[in-house]
């Protein structure tokens, strides 16, 4: 568990304190941590996605297992629609910066950031600042930057650093109906 992310949480990520104590009925554990709330699956789900394994990977840009996050695909090659994957505020908004594309950065009440990379056509009406919830739409995937077909780089940053990225995969709802999980890639 990473320190300074405990929180009082139900499984739906609500807070939940007394109400979870004095509940006779309660078979929850109380007290979890942040980062073990699963996440909303970053892309909305229908079918054909596929989603590489790949944290810790072969990066385009910085090489053997330099991968900081996962790369979720449709298999037709259409661009699917992406929604927010926690309730949050978006932090940041990059276009066109480099490797990485179009990009939306969401960060949650402790801090942890959420980014999404090659951006196809960010939502009209949402800018920095805007408070967003689980499943809202923020825009397309698309494959901006250095993407050479169109998909979603996913990355979670407990700290908002890189060098800090953790695996998605763990904190994702799988298994998930009309997404296939590959297996892991290793550092290639
Ligand atoms: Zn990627």
């Known amino acids: 568990m990473i320190a300074g992310f405990s929180a009082l ?3 739906s990520g609500r807070a939940t304190g007394s109400e979870l104590a004095g509940a006779a009925s309660a078979t929850r554990t109380a007290v979890r941590t942040r980062l073990d709330d699963l996440l909303t699956f970053p892309v909305l789900v229908g079918s054909g996605l596929i989603t590489l394994n790949n944290f810790g990977g072969r990066s385009v840009s910085s090489g053997a297992c330099a991968h900081r996050g996962i790369d979720i695909f449709p298999t037709d ?10 309730d949050g505020v978006l932090d940041g908004q990059r276009i066109l910066e480099g490797s990485q594309g179009n990009a939306w950065v969401l960060r949650d009440g402790d801090g942890v950031s959420y980014r999404y990379h090659h951006v196809g056509e960010f939502e009209p009406g949402l800018e920095v600042g805007s408070v967003v919830r689980r499943g809202d739409v923020l825009g397309t995937m698309g494959s901006t930057g250095n993407a050479g077909n169109a998909h979603l780089h996913f990355e979670v940053r407990p700290d908002g650093t890189g060098a800090n990225a953790i695996d998605p995969i763990p904190l994702l709802p799988f298994p998930i109906v009309g997404v296939v999980l590959g297996a892991p890639t290793g550092c290639s």
């Open 9 to 11: 949480h139900d499984g």
């Open 77 to 86: 090659d259409v661009p699917r629609v992406l929604v927010s994957c926690i």
